[in-house]
């Protein structure tokens, strides 16, 4: 944490290696919270970048005392997904598809090449489409808590809401991913 | 405390991550058991936990980085022609890259040598894995057919000089070494020993003499013994 927020200040002061090593030390967290978001590598790939794009503007208001620069920078993150969600839910209606998130995600999900269904492995390319079923505040929960192993307080500064919502929604979303994955049929081991 | 099924989806998160008192956890376990809408939720929540947390990390493309990186701190500059080759050898540590090259110099021509290549008539035949191979196995037989035939002579000098020494002190010792005649033994026979036959005796008188012409042609033994 300490070396993150060393590298924070080195980037203000014009820093560019410094710069380079906050990128990669981070691209895979955030690409990862991306792919898992959208189902989608390349939408994950162009959000990646847009995600360090804007971090790269707004670094000067990151506040170390405030918290972590993981979690910052995973609000961030959070929030550019939500802000892509919305976008292309208004593209979705405008083009008269049905506006119940479920069918369409599947819809995406299941425009997936074969190779990265070979790639991603059958059940893990079940689960992946599970989780692009559920709603996106379940599924934003579900991911920062199960795929980032992130603590209720975290979440909860990310997330903006209370620790009582973020249980919730962690609980909501996983009854839900259950129930989608039986509908699925893929059967416990 | 009556235990509820809307209780169970309720804490069941909690339930999953160990945040229920043990007391709570006791209950909840007694009426998931003994709960037949509750026992399948459970049992399918738990198993959708453990596949989330199967799913791998996936890996970034290799060109994410490279593409945040111009988007952000703007393109790299590209060097074409001798700047980007010199550009590429900027990178080695001279000393390091000479001493590495003149050990792998010097590791080919040890290597060659001993395969016999022909340096004077280089051909690359000569470089193929069996020629290597046959030349290398010819070199270890020649190797082993020296040192074999010097180990033998070696040998032989060495019996040279002993035989010289014996013959030296021959002369001074002649009345001693003069056999007596034993009372309590046969004539010609030694103690325990079995008589040396007149073939025997024949041969080593043989080898003497061949030891004295050895010995007059190796100039060491001409000079330090033979006088």
Redesign the interface.
């Known amino acids: 944490m300490e070396q993150d927020v060393q590298l924070v200040q080195q980037c203000l002061q014009g820093d ?1 290696s410094a ?2 090593e906050l ?2 030390q981070n ?2 967290r955030v ?2 919270i991306c ?2 978001f959208t189902g989608n ?1 390349t939408e ?2 162009d959000l ?2 847009d995600v ?2 804007r971090i ?1 503007r707004t670094l000067g208001s990151y506040r170390s005392a405030h918290g972590g620069f993981a979690t910052w920078m995973t609000s961030v993150t959070r929030n550019l997904l939500i802000d892509h969600y919305r976008r292309t839910k208004r593209d979705r209606a405008t083009d008269s598809l049905d506006d119940a998130m479920p069918v369409v995600e599947n819809k995406e999900s299941s425009a997936k090449r074969p190779d990265e269904q070979a790639l991603l ?1 059958e ?2 390319g079940q ?2 489409n ?2 692009t079923r559920l709603s996106p505040e379940l599924r934003e929960a ?1 991911i920062l808590r ?2 980032q192993q992130l603590e209720y307080g975290e979440i909860q500064k990310i997330l903006a809401v209370p620790e009582g919502t973020v ?1 919730s929604r ?2 909501r979303g ?2 839900e ?3 989608i ?2 509908q699925m049929g ?4 | 405390m009556n235990w509820t099924c809307e209780q169970t989806e309720l804490l069941l998160t909690d339930y999953l991550d160990g945040l229920l008192s043990s007391a709570e956890r006791h209950e909840f376990d007694a009426h998931v058991n003994s709960c037949a809408r509750c026992t399948p939720l459970v049992s399918s929540v738990t198993h959708a936990l453990f596949s989330l947390h199967s799913l791998p990390q996936i890996e970034p493309p290799a060109r994410l980085v490279y593409n945040i990186l111009d988007k952000t701190l703007g393109p790299r500059e590209t060097v074409t022609g001798w700047a980007a080759v010199r550009a590429w050898f900027h990178g080695f540590n001279p000393q390091r890259f000479a001493y590495g090259s003149v050990s792998l110099c010097a590791m080919f021509l040890t290597v060659a040598s001993f395969t016999s290549f022909n340096w004077k008539k280089p051909r690359v035949a000569d470089l193929s894995p069996a020629n290597v191979y046959r030349g290398a196995d010819r070199q270890a037989h020649l190797v082993y057919a020296r040192s074999a035939k010097y180990v033998s002579d070696l040998r032989v000098v060495y019996e040279i000089q002993s035989r010289l020494q014996r013959s030296d002190e021959l002369p001074n010792n002649q009345d001693s070494t003069t056999p007596q005649t034993s009372p309590d033994k046969n004539p010609g026979s030694t103690d325990g020993t079995a008589p040396v036959s007149p073939k025997q005796q024949n041969r080593a008188n043989d080898l003497g003499s061949r030891a004295v012409v050895l010995a007059a042609a190796c100039p060491v033994c001409s000079e330090g013994r033979i006088r």
């Open positions: 560019g710069w380079e990128v990669r691209n895979r690409f990862n792919y898992r590598r994950a790939e990646t970048q360090f794009l790269y492995g059940l893990s689960v992946q599970a989780l579900v199960d795929l249980k962690i609980n996983r009854i991913l259950a129930r994955l039986q893929v059967r416990s081991a």
